[in-house]
């Protein structure tokens, strides 16, 4: 096992930690790192969590704390491409990151009472999974879902090529997601969150995996969404930068699924 990046959250007695193969089409195999916090005799329930583009698992440190002490055996990935997640892979879109959900169900041999949790491109990736699994997976939760092709994405596709390049990618990259924590007291573990996703945008290749999932369509995500038959959840940040109208998207998701009963949507003010 090569000495990995971040520093696991996870220590049960039951815990589990370390990469699964992910087959491509093209031979090769990607691997894919977890920490899972084991099964129990009283587990209530399984959390599979995804962070979003350019994110590492750490962003679910407080999932982590809350939920494993009541009860509820908890995945947490790094996405394709990023923190420990890094090797192997050359397909970056929703697609591809709901093969890796289903992979974990697999080879983590979940059954039943699974709760998937997306935060950005990886929301839209839990509803694919959703729909594969509807006997297993039984509810999913989107932090700031992009689920849909958005009108400034013409735009920005074309100059994410000279964004996400190895000369000054990651410095944008790290900059810019330290904007997005608007608050003036900031969470807590957050030097140490920013400090992990410094030391992966270190990695070779990790810059260029964010441009090509900046530029992956969102279009098979949004034609899935009536597939969509398990409760949901949506949680938007009312300062999100992704959408240039949080209540607006909000609508839009709502609109969507509105002859589902079992989706809701929120938004957090500042």
Request: glycine share 10%.
């Amino acid at each position: 096992m090569n000495r990995t990046i971040i520093k696991n959250l996870i220590s049960t007695t039951k815990a589990f930690s370390g990469h699964l193969n992910i087959p491509a089409n093209n031979g090769k195999i990607g691997k894919l790192y977890i920490e899972d916090s084991g099964e129990t005799q009283d587990t209530k329930g399984v959390l599979v969590c995804f962070p979003g583009i350019g994110d590492v698992r750490t962003s679910f440190r407080f999932l982590v704390d809350s939920f494993v002490p009541k009860g509820y055996r908890t995945i947490i990935a790094d996405i394709r491409g990023m923190g420990d997640s890094w090797e192997g892979f050359d397909e970056f879109s929703p697609e591809s990151v709901a093969t890796d959900i289903s992979q974990v169900i697999k080879q983590r041999q979940l059954t039943q009472n699974v709760i998937l949790v997306g935060n950005s491109l990886s929301a839209g990736s839990c509803i694919l999974s959703a729909a594969q699994h509807s006997d297993i997976v039984k509810g999913v939760i989107m932090l700031g879902p992009i689920i849909h092709d958005l009108p400034a994405d013409k735009y920005f596709r074309p100059i994410s090529h000279l964004l996400f390049n190895g000369i000054w990618g990651s410095t944008l990259w790290s900059g810019y997601y330290a904007g997005l924590y608007k608050r003036d007291t900031k969470p807590a573990g957050y030097e140490g969150h920013l400090n992990d996703i410094n030391q992966s945008l270190k990695k070779s290749g990790v810059i260029g995996s964010i441009g090509k999932f900046v530029r992956a369509p969102k279009n098979g995500v949004e034609n899935s969404i009536p597939n969509l038959t398990c409760p949901t959840i949506a949680i938007y940040g009312d300062q999100d930068p992704d959408f240039s109208d949080v209540p607006k998207e909000k609508e839009w998701l709502l609109n969507k699924t509105k002859d589902h009963k079992n989706v809701d949507a929120f938004i957090l003010e500042k």
